[in-house]
Structures are given as structure tokens and as C-alpha cells.
């Protein structure tokens, strides 16, 4: 019997203004990527692809990233997305 996850790093998922994005990955990231996407559904109770999280997440990593972070000022910078906030299920 598994247990569902109690919370993920993502949280849950805000919708957003897209822009269409192509790129290929090894097998195997796609597949940990479903299978990422089966954790947050049983987590939030709303079914998502791995489509769908790959921003999300690449959104994370960058916000993440001090060397990203400590970048120059007068570069670009990337738009904010609104503050998440976590909401139970």
C-alpha cells in the first residue's frame, strides 16, 4: 500500500499566460517527470502532466539559483509570476 506524498517542493500549480516552448529530454527525465506528476496529483487532488510542470519547475530552479540571483542589474530580469500560495486540497 503507498502512501500519498504530504507535500512536494512545487506546491500547487498557479495558471499563467503561456508561450510555447519545444525541447527534447532523455527517456528517462520524461518518465521521472509522469512520475512527478502522478505525486502532485495525489497530492492537490488535480491531475496535471508533465507538460504543464516543467515551467513551474524550471521557475523554481532559477529562483533558486544564487549565481542567477546575483546576476548584474541592468540585465534583464525575468517577469515575476504572482506569489504562490499552498491551499489544501
Known amino acids: 500500500m503507498s502512501t500519498l506524498p504530504k507535500k512536494l517542493r512545487l506546491g ?3 495558471k499563467t499566460e503561456s ?3 519545444t525541447f527534447a529530454c532523455p527517456a528517462s527525465l520524461k ?8 505525486l502532485h496529483a495525489q497530492a492537490y487532488g488535480e491531475s496535471v502532466d508533465a ?3 516543467i515551467p513551474h519547475m524550471l521557475e523554481a530552479f532559477m529562483a533558486g ?3 542567477f540571483k546575483k546576476r548584474d542589474a541592468s540585465k534583464p530580469t525575468l517577469q515575476k509570476s ?3 500560495e499552498a ?3
Open 31 to 38: 518518465a521521472d517527470l509522469d512520475h512527478y506528476a502522478a
Open 19 to 21: 508561450v510555447k516552448l
Open 51 to 53: 507538460v504543464t510542470l
Open 65 to 67: 539559483d544564487r549565481g
Open 12 to 14: 500547487p500549480l498557479l
Open 87 to 89: 491551499t489544501p486540497p
Open 82 to 84: 504572482p506569489q504562490r
